[in-house]
């Protein structure tokens, strides 16, 4: 899954530029209000608002937008009603793709997406199309620099990670979504520093795209997504060669 996890550095370093022009606290106030709604305005008790909150703080959202957002969600005071919803799809070369997304309009959303689908060489499908494909996993992102590689492997594997996996200049511990918090804080408690942590939708197989057609393809399609205000997060199951991956991402 190298091409994966180049990737995710992609979107990481994007992500930063997001939040340099705001568009990222589009997506986190979403998911702070939705959280807010469905489990509540305690984030002490409610481990989806607190996963929100500190994406928020990640991104240097001020802490009265975070407050206000909860309230919205909790009803306190008015505001859009925004509800979650799921679509499936396949991207060029048979790539299964799951969008979460946040929306107030379903009929709006689902239109742009088949719209986005199709000009990228890829089609909206039914539910339950490709979403047999993924699980759901805990990823905890580490750098290497500065860590140990045995300690690393030691702390994750003991306090209940199912695979620790190296990649350039990071360690990406893998865990159930049960033991998530428990290797997060075995991690934090270690004083090992988190570059990121989150639940995330793994692929149990993937699809192999050597055409660098169908990759340029692929990333846009993903990139055009995850652009739509609507979406919060894009999973899919490519498996790119590097090399095509570091040669078609320039051209984005």
């Known amino acids: 899954m190298a091409g994966h996890s180049h990737w995710a550095q992609i979107k990481r370093k994007k992500a930063a530029q997001d939040a340099k022009r705001g568009k990222i606290f589009t997506k986190l106030i979403r998911e702070i209000m939705v959280a807010a709604r469905l489990g509540g305005g305690d984030p002490s008790a409610n481990p989806r608002l607190r996963a929100a909150i500190q994406a ?144 995330t939708m793994v692929p149990k197989t993937t699809v192999k795209l050597q055409e660098e057609k169908a990759v340029q393809q692929m990333l846009r399609l993903l990139e055009a997504l995850e652009d739509h205000d609507d979406v919060q997060r894009v999973y899919a199951n490519f498996d790119i060669p590097d090399e095509l991956m570091e040669r078609a991402s320039t051209n984005l």
Request: with cysteine; charged share 30%.
């Open 56 to 199: 928020a703080r990640a991104a240097n959202m001020p802490k009265e937008n975070i407050e206000r957002a909860i309230r919205k969600g909790t009803g306190q005071e008015p505001g859009t009603r925004w509800e979650e919803a799921t679509y499936e799809g396949y991207g060029p070369g048979g790539v299964a793709v799951l969008i979460e997304s946040v929306t107030d309009n379903k009929r709006r959303t689902v239109g742009e997406l088949r719209h986005i689908f199709s000009k990228c060489g890829g089609n909206l499908a039914e539910p339950g199309a490709v979403s047999w494909i993924f699980e759901q996993k805990g990823l905890i992102v580490v750098s290497t620099e500065g860590n140990d590689e045995e300690h690393i492997f030691s702390v994750a594997l003991e306090a209940g990670a199912e695979d620790v996996r190296e990649y350039e200049k990071e360690f990406e511990i893998i865990t159930s979504p049960q033991e998530f918090e428990d290797v997060k804080k075995a991690l934090e408690d270690a004083g090992i520093k988190i570059e990121s942590a989150k639940i």
